[in-house]
C-alpha cells in the first residue's frame, strides 16, 4: 500500500516562498502520474501541478512561473517550490498519485487519484 507523507507547510508573507515535500512509501515500480493538489476553504479541491515518471510537467495556469513540481526518484520523494505566494494560494496542500491509466497525467479531476497524503497547511497572509 502507498503511502504519503507531506510536509514543509507554514505561513510566510505575500511574496514569501515555501517548499512542500512528500516522501512516498510502499511504492511499486512502474509508470505513475503523481501531483500537488490544493483545497481552501469553502473551496473545491482543485489541481496545481504534476508530474509523472518521465519528469513531464503540467500546472494550474494561476501558478505556471511561481511553483515548480519536481521528483527525486532516490528519494521517493515529490516535491513543490513555490515562490511568490499570493493570499489566494492559502490552502491544505495534498501530495497524490495515481497509476497512469489511460489519461494524461494533469492536474485536473482529483477523483482519478486514488494516493494521498493527509495535507499541509500554508497560509499566505497579505
Known amino acids: 500500500q502507498v503511502q504519503l507523507v507531506e510536509s514543509g507547510g507554514g505561513s510566510v508573507e505575500t511574496g514569501g516562498s515555501l517548499r512542500l515535500s512528500c516522501a512516498a512509501s510502499g511504492t511499486t515500480p512502474g509508470p505513475y502520474c503523481a501531483g500537488w493538489f490544493r483545497q481552501a476553504p469553502g473551496k473545491e479541491r482543485e489541481g496545481v501541478a504534476t508530474i509523472d515518471m518521465d519528469g513531464t510537467t503540467k500546472y494550474l495556469d494561476s501558478v505556471k512561473g511561481r511553483f515548480t513540481i519536481s521528483q527525486d526518484h532516490a528519494k521517493n520523494t515529490l516535491y513543490l517550490e513555490m515562490n511568490s505566494l499570493k493570499p489566494e494560494d492559502t490552502a491544505v496542500y495534498y501530495c497524490?498519485?495515481?497509476?497512469?491509466?489511460?489519461?494524461?497525467?494533469?492536474?485536473?479531476?482529483?477523483?482519478?487519484?486514488?494516493?494521498w497524503g493527509v495535507g499541509t497547511q500554508v497560509t499566505v497572509s497579505s
Open positions: 497524490a498519485a495515481r497509476p497512469p491509466w489511460s489519461v494524461l497525467c494533469v492536474p485536473s479531476n482529483p477523483d482519478e487519484y486514488i494516493y
